[in-house]
């Protein structure tokens, strides 16, 4: 019984490794499919006068 349960997991965990490894490569297909200039986001730094010592994004 032992060996059954062994085999069993054994191979729960192969089918679940399998199911993963495609989710995350679905996931890097979409990710990369975005080029970089799409996905950054530019940012203003101000500085105000009033407080010059404190930076606002």
Do not use: Y
């Amino acid at each position: 019984m032992k060996i059954e349960k062994r085999l069993l997991h054994s191979q729960f965990q192969d089918w679940l490794n399998v199911r993963v490894a495609r989710h995350l490569e679905t996931q890097a297909a979409k990710f990369a499919a975005v080029s970089s200039a799409e996905r950054a986001e530019p940012i203003q730094i101000k500085a105000h006068p009033s407080d010059a010592d404190m930076v606002h994004a």
